[in-house]
């Protein structure tokens, strides 16, 4: 028996719900969310999203996943903290509201002394680069996600491209969890 990989997911609408249940299959992934409600239907095994594959997942495959509201619970031991909250576009301003992801890398990073953080969120060029400079850390990376809603876990299962910004080991070993994942 393998040892599994604890990985925090923070976030539980498309991109985070899909990769949770992606990531649940071979790790132990904890989702941390505000919401008492989608805390309550992960821990339910129900999804948070309209998605046939995730429901369908979430039914009948056993996963290792569980929800919670808790923070310090959360990152305590996790190899890998995702972020997945929302980044609206202010068309007003047209600018990325980012405000929700540089907190939770504040957070992360003060609570988890090792782990890696890896924003699937939408940013603006440069937005992580400028956070590895104000946290003074290369613990903090970019993985772009291509999922459509409705389709995000197919679209994990079978990726067209995997892409992770690092040359770390670490971080070519969060590439492979999302390749263990995947079906293709």
Do not use: W
């Not at 505000?34 to 056993?62: C, R």
């Not at 390749?179 to 293709?184: I, P, S, Y």
Request: with cysteine; aromatic share 6%.
């Amino acid at each position: 028996m393998t040892n599994k990989t604890k990985i925090t997911v923070v976030g539980s609408g498309y991109v985070g719900m899909s990769l949770s249940v992606l990531l649940a299959q071979h790790n132990d992934v904890t989702v941390l969310d505000i919401d008492f409600e989608k805390v309550d239907s992960i821990n339910n095994q129900l999804s948070t999203v309209a998605d046939a594959e995730i429901e369908v997942f979430l039914a009948e495959k056993l996963l290792s996943l569980n929800a919670t509201l808790d923070k310090k619970l959360a990152y305590e031991g996790a190899s890998f903290i995702i972020i997945a909250t929302p980044t609206n576009y202010d068309t007003d301003t047209h600018r990325f509201d980012t405000s929700s992801v540089d907190s939770v890398v504040e957070e992360a990073l003060a609570l988890n002394q090792s782990a890696l953080v890896v924003i699937k969120s939408t940013v603006p060029v440069g937005h992580t680069q400028s956070l590895q400079e104000k946290f003074q850390t290369d613990r903090v990376i970019f993985s772009p996600e291509f999922l459509r809603e409705g389709r995000a876990l197919k679209d994990n299962l079978y990726p067209s491209r995997i892409i992770v910004g690092s040359e770390c080991s670490t971080g070519e070993k969060f590439a492979d969890l999302l390749k263990q994942g995947a079906e293709k």
